[in-house]
């Protein structure tokens, strides 16, 4: 499994990947890639990738890349916070028509800011996350709210969700706050974002939260 972004463990965010890399099960390896110096090939032939938080990326173009290729070649791909928000960034320029479309954390004179600064800031929050009945997120999920821990400030422009709907990204979750929390491709083996951070969430029993289990048992 590959885990695009620049690995810092001053963030807890970051710190709780490492665990998860730490106690993988029996024959998945992870590793990190720093944007700046990661191999494409390398990235391509992982049996998953897992987009970090911790935007902005010092490589920004590699992450969308590595997203994109993903995207079209079926690799499972799991996006959080960061990651999310560069998923999304990449389908609208891709997939949706909206070409010039941008990150207001990175470019905030942009016309078409996709990504835009939150009302609330969520650094270290928490939020009560509710699937879409009927999506994937809801069947690995379930249907009933569930906390997620949040540590970001940008999120969705919720005037763009109706146009990337249309474009065939499915939105699956909504948090208040975040209002889209959760996207998806339902043809696509494992593509799902997050604003939430999975890594954060786990249960008490010691088990992952069931959206990265499930990303797991895909990059396996």
Known sequence: M??????????????GIDRVLSSLPDGLL???F????????DVAAADGVWVAPGSPYRD??????????????????????GGFQHMVLEFARSMAGIAAAEHGEEHPDAADLLVTRLACSLVGQVRPVTT?????????????????FHYCRFG?????????????????????????????LQD??????????PQMSPAPDGREHPLLEAFLVFAS
């Open 2 to 15: 590959a885990v695009v972004g620049d690995r810092d463990e001053r963030y807890e965010t970051h710190r």
């Open 30 to 32: 992870g590793y990190w």
């Open 34 to 41: 720093a944007t700046d110096e990661l191999d494409p090939h």
């Open 60 to 81: 920004r173009d590699a992450v969308l890349a590595v997203i994109g290729r993903a995207r079209t070649s079926g690799q499972p791909i799991l996006g959080s916070c």
């Open 132 to 148: 879409v009945p009927g999506t994937r997120a809801a069947a690995i999920c379930g249907s009933e709210p569930f906390d997620g």
């Open 156 to 184: 969705l422009d919720p005037r763009f969700e109706h146009q990337l709907a249309e474009a065939g990204l499915v939105i699956s979750g909504h948090a208040p706050d975040a209002g889209v929390e959760i996207v998806e």
């Open 188 to 197: 696509h083996q494992f593509y799902f974002g997050t604003m939430f951070q």
